[in-house]
């Protein structure tokens, strides 16, 4: 079975920008989830979609969203990128909420 | 205040060395992870304990979930440099509002 695909690897932004990335669950996981992850804050969760709804949301501004489609892939949007929010951005799928979750290879965000 | 508490923060040990890292909470989780995560990359997913006293062994690593299932430990017999990474514990359940909260993680180095 395939992984959790994560696209692109790297980016590089500037300030103002805005950026999309994408997640590709593993066959048949319903529930995608991501995450930020920076060395001084450890893995903070942005939100979590189970069948194109978003169950749950993380302390993070507006300027985050995302959307999850029929074949539960998932997009996460960043408008007017900040220098903060260069990080490792995680996505993790599993097959229900509750079960255990596991990550792709993550999208390195860097914002000049 | 963080929900899932790791210790230690930091180990550096020599090749063939045992170490133990420990993850507590004062909040009960439905079951635990244990990730271990390469600079760069996503975590991976090493175990994941259900049962209140449940012990996994993978190969050289013993996982034991504590009776009330608030805590874990990781143990490593023999350490081997391949071992050196983040080790980071999740616990899932509704905590926090969020379906999984992961702790800081132990940064652990193996020198040859």
């Known amino acids: 079975k395939a992984g959790v695909t994560q696209t692109p690897r790297y980016l590089i932004k500037t300030r103002g920008q805005q950026v999309t990335l994408s997640c590709s669950p593993i066959s048949g996981h319903r529930s995608v989830s991501w995450y930020q992850q920076t060395p001084g804050q450890g893995l903070q969760f942005l939100f979590e979609y189970f069948s194109e709804t978003q169950r749950n949301k993380g302390n993070f501004p507006g300027r985050f969203s995302g959307r999850q489609f029929s074949n539960s892939r998932s997009e996460m949007n960043v408008s007017t990128l900040e220098l903060g929010d260069s990080a490792l951005y995680l996505c993790a799928s599993s097959a229900a909420s509750y079960n255990e979750q596991f990550f792709g290879p993550g999208t390195r965000l860097t914002v000049l | 205040t963080q929900l899932l508490e790791q210790s230690p923060q930091f180990l550096s040990i020599q090749e063939g060395e045992n170490l133990t890292v420990y993850c507590n909470s004062s909040s009960v989780f439905s079951s635990l992870q244990w990730y271990r995560q390469e600079p760069g990359e996503g975590p991976v997913l090493l175990v994941t304990?259900?049962?209140?006293?449940e012990v996994k062994k993978l190969k050289r690593l013993t996982f034991q979930f504590g009776d009330a299932r608030k805590d874990s430990s990781l143990h490593i017999t023999a350490a081997q440099p391949g071992d050196t990474g983040l080790y980071l514990c999740a616990g899932a359940g509704r905590v926090g509002g969020q379906n999984f909260v992961f702790g800081p993680g132990t940064r652990l180095s193996v020198l040859p």
């Open positions: 304990v259900v049962t209140g006293g």
